[in-house]
């Protein structure tokens, strides 16, 4: 019988099955009441801690306007001046004037030729869902509208309320999809694995629980601070992912232990005091991982965190406490793994695998440090941008309007470059003429009052929004001000480049955080301060592999018609730090499989090499199979429609996939042969600590199978 907390745990749970059923119960309860008022809580802007010019004047413009947005239809196909034409315009602005919450309607423009003109809802400043609400209703307006037209006539609804509601609907109906389609094909790959449908259901039912019951404490992070979509959809994936992965990892060692011999009783208490172990260490390293994303002052990129943090801590306790109670419910049905034979450390495919880079190991661990270094190149190019409407798909009917706006009507969905200034609109002018001439200026717009002391002054650009140029001109613009005044810059440009600073300022301490922790977790783990440097150093590497491939998909557009994706021509600088947050995260989780069962190997006598092989051998089709699962639960995410989940879906599954192929399989090994007995090197005082606080590898009994007890096929499980 195995000792120690995490075997206690485990045969409490596994006994206790129904108390712990029911406690889970009532959590996925409160996460199915959550999900509305949270969904409506979410935050749509950028918010930050420290004051950020462009996010300032934004608000500054935002307090002026007393309007929640406009819903515009355009009337495409019709003669404006027809008077059938012309009634059935006051006909519906007459009706969309009754819609509760509508301030104002009216027939704005005609587009230049003469073909379409635009009808203009302006809502009142409302919240958000009854924004939505009143949206709906303004739509259901301009669509009875549409069939009072003649039938050459088109009506198209857009407008910056439409597509705020339109953007919020297409990433809650992407992370739905993206779920009830991973949920099926993992239960599909799990049967494979575990070669039966009970022994799979345990890690889906796991990752289904561990979604639902982070949903209140999200809820909750939305009363002090923004949560954003990104955070949902986070907390979808990697809840998804790191259940199925910890489930996946927790089934395979409970039936080696049935396999052994062991009775249910004493199997799960074996594979809970060394997988439960892990994963307990992999949970707090992925949870130290993203710590350091609670230092940026973005306030959405600090609720990431929390909500990362979360939902590792969430999947670790459903994994070790639900999954126990799962298994106890389901003894009778779980069967013993394949009894593996006595020489398969020496035979097996992994072991093989290993002997061979260990035959090899220095041109092994320098052709795939060249091969990483070599896929990310394309990062030595990247662009980084706010994807903006770029990246909505243009099957969203208010994005082609926007589009059409600006193409047809001269109307941008969002002005390039803005002055603010505390002075009246003439003076603002006097001091904007000097921009004409500028060369990256294509035009400069009248100031316009925007509030109580306030004008604002438009200059259209030349060249892209968010380009060299672009950014250059907010530097100049900012060096030179209206004299005497106070002043703000804003646009896009503007705010890429007070965010881009702002994360470059907060990047050390994020970075310091995350090091450090996964520096003393891995220590704690191993004894070695070797092991946690490699570890990061490869980390570091494959990230850089990742984003490169990133740079060549969502920038450069290689692939893009093959994978569907949206080519927006950078990324996005909080997909970047998301990618790398959660990445990194990840590929620790994974080195924390193959750490475990290496240091039980060392710790029970075996050098290094043997206990890589036999490591390998043990945890390859483990760490394999959990990271197609990953890769499945990712890909699912990356063929969304929107950029932002495009993004991070394909991004994390790119991670996952050349962590579990090239670096655990091929660079590991050899560097871990190539530094032989200095892998568990640490100086002497750390050494001592390490004795009275480590963490020490639980070494369990050696299993003795009672006689006549047969070998059971996986089959059979």
């Known amino acids: 019988m195995a000792e120690g907390f995490m075997a206690r745990l485990g045969s409490w749970c596994f006994r206790r099955r129904w108390w712990v059923l029911g406690v889970w119960l009532v959590a996925v309860a409160g996460g199915v009441l959550a999900a509305g008022p949270l969904l409506n809580a979410i935050s749509e802007g950028n918010s930050v801690r420290k004051k950020v010019e462009?996010?300032?004047?934004?608000?500054?413009?935002?307090?002026?306007?007393?309007?929640?947005?406009?819903?515009?239809?355009?009337?495409?196909?019709?003669?404006?001046a027809a008077q059938d034409v012309r009634a059935a315009v006051a006909a519906v602005a007459d009706r969309v004037r009754g819609v509760e919450h509508v301030r104002q309607v009216e027939a704005t423009a005609v587009s230049p030729d003469g073909r379409a003109l635009l009808v203009v809802a302006t809502l009142e400043k409302v919240d958000r869902p009854t924004r939505n609400t009143a949206v709906d209703k303004v739509e259901t307006e301009f669509d009875r509208f549409d069939a009072e037209l003649p039938a050459a006539a088109d009506v198209r609804v857009g407008g910056s309320a439409t597509i705020s509601r339109d953007s919020s609907r297409t990433l809650a109906a992407d992370r739905d999809r993206a779920e009830l389609l991973s949920l099926p094909l993992t239960l599909v790959v799990l049967v494979v694995v575990f070669g039966g449908l009970v022994a799979a259901g345990v890690p889906v039912l796991a990752a289904v629980v561990s979604v639902a019951s982070v949903f209140p404490v999200l809820y909750v992070f939305t009363t002090f601070t923004d949560v954003d979509n990104n955070a949902l959809t986070v907390a979808s994936l990697l809840g998804l992912g790191l259940s199925v992965d910890y489930g996946l990892l927790l089934v395979a060692r409970y039936r080696e232990e049935l396999a052994a011999g062991f009775a249910p009783d004493v199997a799960i208490g074996r594979a809970w005091a060394t997988a439960g172990r892990t994963i307990l260490f992999s949970a707090l390293t992925v949870a130290a991982a993203l710590a350091g994303l609670l230092a940026f002052s973005v306030r959405q990129l600090t609720a990431l965190g929390a909500a990362g943090v979360s939902i590792a801590l969430v999947a670790m306790l459903a994994s070790l406490t639900f999954t126990a109670a799962l298994i106890g419910l389901a003894r009778r049905r779980l069967k013993p793994a394949r009894r593996p034979?006595?020489?398969?450390?020496?035979?097996?495919?992994?072991?093989?695998l290993a002997a061979l880079v260990q035959r090899r190991a220095a041109l092994v661990a320098v052709l795939t440090a060249v091969l990483l270094l070599a896929a990310g190149l394309p990062l030595l190019s990247a662009t980084v941008k706010l994807?903006?409407?770029?990246?909505?798909?243009?099957?969203?009917?208010s994005v082609r309007v926007a589009d059409e706006l600006n193409a047809r009507f001269g109307r941008s969905f969002a002005p390039t470059i803005t002055l603010v200034a505390r002075t009246g609109a003439a003076d603002l002018d006097a001091y904007a003429a000097r921009w004409s001439?500028?060369?990256?200026?294509?035009?400069?717009?009248?100031?316009?009052?925007?509030?109580?002391?306030?004008?604002?002054?438009?200059l259209n650009l030349r060249g892209g929004a968010?380009?060299?140029?672009?950014?250059?001109?907010?530097?100049?613009v900012r060096a030179d001000r209206p004299a005497g005044v106070q002043s703000w810059v804003t646009g896009d440009a503007a705010v890429l480049v007070d965010l881009v600073d702002l994360i470059v300022d907060d990047l050390p301490l994020a970075l310091g955080i995350t090091l450090t922790a996964m520096l003393v977790l891995l220590f704690a783990m191993t004894g070695s301060v070797v092991v946690p440097v490699k570890a990061i150093l490869a980390n570091v590497v494959s990230l850089g592999a990742t984003l490169g491939v990133m740079v060549a998909v969502f920038e450069h557009g290689w692939l893009s018609g093959l994978l569907g994706t949206l080519t927006v021509g950078g990324l996005d600088p909080f997909v970047v730090v998301i990618l790398f947050a959660f990445a990194f995260a990840l590929s620790m989780d994974y080195e924390v499989f193959l750490l475990g069962r290496v240091k039980e190997y060392v710790d029970g006598g075996d050098d290094t090499n043997a206990a890589v092989r036999r490591g390998l051998q043990h945890t390859g089709r483990v760490i394999t199979s959990a990271a197609l699962l990953m890769?499945?639960?990712?890909?699912?995410?990356?063929?969304a429609q929107m950029g932002s989940i495009e993004q991070i879906g394909l991004g994390l599954a790119t991670a996952v996939f050349i962590d579990a192929t090239v670096v655990r399989c091929l660079l590991v090994p050899a560097t871990m042969t190539l530094l032989g007995r200095w892998n568990w090197w640490a100086p002497a005082a750390l050494r001592r600590l390490h004795r009275r606080i480590g963490l020490k590898e639980l070494t369990l009994?050696?299993?003795?199978?009672?006689?006549?007890?047969?070998?059971?096929?996986?089959a059979d499980g």
Request: overall charge negative; some cysteine.
């Open 54 to 80: 462009s996010i300032e004047a934004y608000d500054l413009i935002g307090t002026a306007d007393d309007s929640s947005g406009t819903v515009i239809a355009l009337v495409d196909g019709v003669d404006p």
């Open 341 to 352: 034979a006595a020489d398969e450390a020496a035979r097996g495919f992994f072991a093989a």
């Open 387 to 397: 994807p903006g409407l770029q990246g909505m798909p243009r099957s969203i009917e």
């Open 437 to 458: 001439a500028d060369p990256a200026v294509a035009k400069v717009q009248p100031a316009k009052p925007v509030g109580s002391g306030l004008a604002a002054v438009e």
């Open 466 to 476: 968010q380009d060299d140029a672009a950014k250059d001109l907010v530097h100049r």
């Open 631 to 639: 890769v499945i639960v990712f890909g699912c995410f990356a063929a």
């Open 701 to 714: 009994p050696p299993a003795e199978t009672p006689a006549g007890v047969p070998a059971m096929s996986a």
